[in-house]
DNA sequence: CGAGTTACGGTAAGTCGTAAATTAACCCTT
DNA sequence: AAGGGTTAATTTACGACTTACCGTAACTCG
C-alpha cells in the first residue's frame, strides 16, 4: 500500500518537523520543554534547533532566571524567517492577508469583487492586485514561502502519475465552470495552494483557535452557504479527491424546498445565513437585503419576543442540530467549532439552545462527550488557514541543505 | 501534542510491521517484492525476514523458475506461527472462528443465543464455551494471540491516566447496561480486544475484501439493525471516543417514525432489515418473522411485480440513497461496501438503483468518484475482522526479542 | 560442462539518536 | 570576590540502522 518512511534519512526530517511544528504553535519554548514534548533526546532537540537556525527559521530570543544553575535560553520562531499569503475568496471579494513566520499578520487587504457573478478572470485580477498590494504594504519581502487560497466550492487536489499535482477549482456557489487553480494565480517562484474555505478555518482553529489539542472535532462554517472541515485524529480528512467535508448538500430531510444546487432538503438551504433569512422572509417579514444585517435583525426580533422571528429562530435551532448530531454519531467528536458569521452570529446568542437540539438527536454516548463552542479565530480564519497551508509545505520540507561549515 | 516515534528504536520495529503487514495481506512473495512496495532496501529486508523467521511468523516455501539465474525464493506467513480467534456476537448467537497466521480459518462454532434478550451473562458463558469448543476443532494450539469481539452497539474503548485500558459496551440493541468487557471474556494468558461488528467487518474488507487498496471508502452493514465502518486515508475513524460510524441512527428526515433509539427520523427505522420488514407490514403484507427471509419475500414479490412491494423497495432504496448520498459528500469516498444480509440481498438485485438514487442526491463530483459494491468475504466477515483486532496488535509489537544467537 | 545471469547475504561506511560526560552559565554563600 | 552548587546545553562515545557495494549461491542456456 503505502511507503514506510522509515529510513535514517527521513528520520531527520521529521524531527525537524515535530521542532518546527511546535515551535509555531507554542510561541515561545525552551529546548527541555521541546523535548519533553516530543519525547526527543536533548541532544536530538539541539541537534534539530541547530539546524532550523542555520536556516534561518528560528532563534535564541533570551534567557529565563534561574536560581542557580545555567539559565535556560528560549527559542522562538524568527519572524522574518518567511513569510505567507493567504487569500480568503468570499461572497463580497477577496481578503489577502501577509503572514510572517510567527504568523502574525503584517498586512491586510480588502477587494471588493462587487458582482455577484464574478467569473475566474475577474477574481483573478483582483487576487492580483490585492496580493501586490497586501506584498507592498508588508515590506516586499522576498522570501514569500507560498500562497494560500481559501476557496468556497469543492477544491480537488489531483496528483497525476507524472506527479504534476493539479488543482482544480469547482465553485457551484459562483457559478464558475470547472477552473484549474492556476489559472487563477500562477508565478513560477512562489508555490500556490488551495483548499475548501471551510477546511481552512478548520485548519487555523486547529492550530491555534477552539480546536487546539483537539484530535476528533468538526468546524462548521455557518455563512450565507454551510462547510465543514473534520478533524479526526489530528488530521483534516480529505477524501478519495480532497472534498470531504461538503456538509452543506447533506439531506436533512426527504423533500424540503429545492436547493441552488438542484437537490432537494438540504441543510444549506435551511439554516445556512441565505436559507434563514429566507424563511424569515417567506414568514412575513421583511429584513434587510444584506443577510447578515438581516441575521441580526432576527435575532433582535427573537429577544423582543416577536412569535414569527421566534418560529424561524426555534427551526433553524432544530435543523441545525439535527444536521449537527449527524456529524456527532458519525464522528463522535471531542469538540463542535461554530464558525462563519451566521455561526458566530447564533452562537453568542443560541449556542445552549443548539447545543441541547444536537444532543437531542445523538445518541446518548457520543452526545455526552462533545462540547460546542464558538469559534476563536473569527473572521480572518479562512484567509489564516490558508496560509497555514504553506506553512505546512515548509515544515514539511527543508528547503536550505545545510553544510557543514567548519573544516 | 502527539509525541514523535522518530527514534532509531522504533525503526526496526516500524520495518518490522511493515513487511509482516505486507506480507500477510499479499500471502506468498519475494524479498525483492517486499523491498519495492516499501520503500526498503533489500539488506533491510533480509534482516526483518530474518527476524520474523526468528519468531516462528515466517518462512521459505519454494523457488520460483528463474531463466538464468539464482531462483526467487518464496516468503510465506508461517501459518502455525501463531492463532486468533474472532467472535461475532450477532442477533441471533455468536459466531467464534479459530483463524491461524495464515489467516485462514481452521475452525467454526455457532451458538443460538435463542432470547432476544440476552444479557451480558448468558452471552459470556455462551462466548466461553463457543471459544472453547473452537479452539478444541483447531487442536488446541497453544500460541493463540488473541481474542477479538465484534459487538453490535458502541464499543468504547477509554485509555485511562494509569494506562489501563478499559472498554465499555454499550450494546443498546440488546438492552444491555454499560457493560465492562473483562466482565464478558477475560483470560490472563489471552489478550481481549472488541469493536464495533462493522467497524470490524470494514476492517476485514480493508484487509482482503472489497475495500482492499482502498484509502477513502466506507463500509455499510446492513443487518436488522445498520452500521457502518469508514476508512479514510486508509485508517479507521475511531472517533474521542471510538464510537465514530454510528450511522443507523443518523437521521434522514426531521419527525418520521419512532426509533427504538427513542428519536425520530433514523435511517435505520426505515432501511435496518428490520424498518424494511415493518414497512412493507404497515402497507399490509404478511410477511415471515424472520426478517432476513421476510426480505427475500419483499424483492421475490417485487420481481413479480407486485405494486405494493416495488413501492416499499423503492422507498427502501431512495432512503437508503440519501443516507449513502449523505456519507458520499462528508467523506469523498472512493468506494462504497453494501454488507450485512440485508446489503448482501439489496445489492444482488437492485445494486444499480441504489448506486443511481444515491448519486441523485449527492453533489455531482463525489458523485462521479464512487463505485458502490457488495461485500466480498460475505457473513464470516464480523467475526474475522474480530480477529485482526488482535492480528495487528501481534503486527505492532513484536513479541520475541530477538537474540544473537553467536558468540 | 562452463559462461552468463539473477537473487541473496554479508561487509563496510555513513547517519542518526541516545546516554553519559563535559562544559557553560548563573546564583548563593562565606 | 572567590568558590561551591546547580541547572542547561553541548560534546563525545556508542549502538543501531540503512545503504551501497561486493561476493557467493543457484540456476539456465549454449
Not at 480568503?88 to 503584517?106: C, F, I, N, P, Y
Not at 441552488?260 to 435551511?270: M, Q
Not at 439552545?353 to 460546542?372: M, N, V, Y
Amino acid at each position: 500500500m503505502a511507503t514506510t518512511d522509515s529510513t535514517t534519512r527521513n528520520l531527520r526530517r521529521r524531527n525537524r518537523s515535530a521542532v518546527l511544528r511546535e515551535l509555531l504553535r507554542n510561541g515561545e519554548t525552551t529546548r527541555g520543554q521541546l523535548a519533553g514534548a516530543l519525547s526527543l533526546s536533548p541532544a536530538t532537540v539541539t541537534n534539530v534547533i541547530a539546524d532550523l537556525m542555520a536556516e534561518g527559521l528560528a532563534h535564541e530570543t533570551g534567557s529565563l532566571p534561574s536560581d542557580g544553575g545555567r539559565p535556560t535560553t528560549t527559542l522562538s520562531i524568527r519572524p522574518e524567517g518567511a513569510f505567507f499569503i493567504g487569500a480568503d475568496v468570499g461572497e463580497q471579494g477577496v481578503t489577502v492577508e501577509v503572514l510572517d513566520l510567527a504568523l502574525m499578520q503584517r498586512s491586510k487587504v480588502f477587494r471588493d469583487v462587487s458582482s455577484r457573478s464574478v467569473g475566474p478572470t475577474e477574481l483573478s485580477e483582483a487576487l492580483y492586485a490585492a496580493i501586490d498590494e497586501a506584498v507592498l504594504a508588508a515590506g516586499s519581502p522576498a522570501n514569500i514561502y507560498g500562497v494560500g487560497l481559501g476557496m468556497p466550492g469543492i477544491v480537488e487536489s489531483s496528483t497525476e502519475l507524472d506527479e504534476a499535482r493539479t488543482i482544480t477549482i469547482y465553485a457551484q456557489s459562483l457559478n464558475w465552470p470547472p477552473t484549474r487553480l492556476d489559472a487563477i494565480y500562477g508565478r513560477a517562484d512562489i508555490p500556490i495552494f488551495a483548499d475548501n474555505g471551510a477546511k481552512t478555518l478548520a485548519t487555523a482553529e486547529a492550530w491555534f483557535g477552539a480546536a487546539k489539542d483537539v484530535t476528533d472535532g468538526v468546524v462548521a462554517l455557518l455563512g450565507r452557504g454551510i462547510g465543514l472541515g473534520i478533524i479526526s485524529d489530528g488530521r483534516l480528512l480529505q477524501g478519495t479527491a480532497s472534498s470531504a467535508g461538503e456538509w452543506g448538500h447533506t439531506k436533512v430531510t426527504l423533500g424540503g424546498p429545492l436547493c441552488n444546487c438542484g437537490s432537494r432538503g438540504c441543510l444549506e438551504a435551511y439554516v445556512g445565513g441565505g436559507g434563514i433569512a429566507r424563511r424569515w422572509r417567506e414568514a412575513g417579514a421583511d429584513p434587510s437585503a444584506n443577510e447578515e444585517l438581516a441575521l441580526t435583525e432576527l435575532l433582535a426580533a427573537v429577544s423582543r419576543g416577536d412569535a414569527v422571528a421566534t418560529r424561524v429562530l426555534d427551526e433553524s435551532v432544530e435543523i441545525l442540530g439535527l444536521g449537527l448530531s449527524n456529524l456527532v454519531n458519525l464522528m463522535n467528536p471531542e469538540r463542535i467549532v461554530l464558525g462563519g458569521w451566521a455561526g458566530l452570529q447564533l452562537a453568542s446568542t443560541h449556542l445552549a439552545e443548539i447545543a441541547d437540539a444536537t444532543r437531542g438527536f445523538s445518541l446518548k454516548r457520543p452526545a455526552a462527550q462533545f462540547d460546542l463552542v464558538p469559534s476563536k479565530i473569527g473572521r480572518d480564519g479562512i484567509a489564516l488557514g490558508a496560509a497555514l497551508l504553506a506553512v505546512e509545505k515548509l515544515v514539511e520540507t527543508p528547503l536550505v541543505k545545510i553544510l557543514a561549515a567548519s573544516e
